[in-house]
């Protein structure tokens, strides 16, 4: 196979994507951030995998780049970095509970859970069923602290699409399309967060 017909077909993968994904839920995300920005909650991010390195880039981004000049700013915390506390809690309570038990430690009501994973928990492989300890976080937020839940997803949705408060859903079948398309995703709603954080006067739609 010629490498200009793999890059063809990848592109031609990337237009499908973008003309048939929603823009509402991507509207709905901006605006779940936006409020609580405004209030001043706190959004949690959570994956694995590749998804774990778009929650800390997505944390990163929404922390720094949302920045503006004599506004608060937005709180944003990726709950996949402590290494150490990683391993404790996979250790001592199971992988499942991975970030249930740190939104115990960390959330209060009201703040909001972003959740991301390729196949949105459907699925398994020799370690089980994929991405329980998603499912479970984003159960513990709903739940327990009346937590906005934001999922983002590719392939079916899985149950993280059905539950979610507002499922982002890329709607492919690869897992480096979808991963690809979360990371845009991300710049996407920080950048505009951005303009709209810089542009909000309070008493005053943003």
């Not at 506004?71 to 709950?79: G, I, Q």
């Not at 976080?137 to 949705?157: K, L, M, N, P, Q």
Request: charged residues 20%; negative net charge.
């Amino acid at each position: 196979m010629r490498n200009g017909v793999f890059i063809d077909g990848y592109f031609g993968q990337m237009r499908q994507g973008i003309d048939s994904m929603g823009r509402e839920e991507i509207d709905g995300a901006i605006e779940a951030l936006f409020d609580a920005w405004k209030r001043g909650a706190t959004v949690f991010l959570v994956g694995n995998g590749g998804s774990a390195s778009t929650a800390t880039h997505f944390a990163c981004d929404l922390a720094k780049c949302t920045i503006a000049e004599g506004k608060p700013r937005l709180r944003a915390v990726s709950l996949c970095d402590n290494l150490p506390l990683l391993s404790a809690w996979t250790n001592d309570a199971g992988f499942e509970h991975l970030f249930s038990e740190q939104l115990r430690s960390l959330m209060r009501p009201g703040d909001v859970l972003v959740a991301i994973s390729v196949h949105g928990g459907s699925g398994q492989d020799r370690g089980g069923p994929w991405s329980q300890n998603l499912l479970l976080a984003a159960r513990v937020a709903r739940e327990e602290f009346a937590a906005t839940v934001i999922g983002f997803t590719g392939f079916d949705g899985g149950a993280l699409r059905g539950f979610a408060d507002i499922a982002v859903h890329v709607p492919l079948e690869s897992t480096p399309q979808v991963e690809s398309f979360h990371l845009a995703l991300e710049h996407l709603i920080t950048f505009c967060l951005r303009e709209k954080i810089a542009a909000y006067h309070a008493g005053a739609e943003g």
